[in-house]
């Protein structure tokens, strides 16, 4: 029987509209290491939820930058 791969394409965390505005939301009153705590685990979940989901080290790692990108661009227009 034939070996068939598959890609599993994750929904884009550039996308999460809600996750990035909330986290930017609290990184936005928070200061120090308050706010390195939070981004920390913050990363660390959504990085653990995309193992769990068998997503390549590359894919994560573009996922997590796409979203930083997001919520520091939104953490700046609130502030």
């Known amino acids: 029987m034939p070996t068939v791969s598959c890609e599993v394409i994750p929904f884009p965390t550039s996308r999460r509209v809600g996750k990035i505005r909330r986290t930017a939301q609290v990184l936005s009153e928070k200061t120090g290491k308050g706010a390195d705590h939070y981004w920390r685990q913050v990363i660390e979940g959504m990085r653990s939820q ?3 989901a068998a997503l390549s080290d ?5 996922e997590l930058e796409d979203f930083a990108s997001h919520v520091f661009s939104t953490v700046r227009q609130v502030g």
């Open 58 to 62: 590359e894919v994560i790692d573009r």
């Open 50 to 52: 995309m193992r769990a």
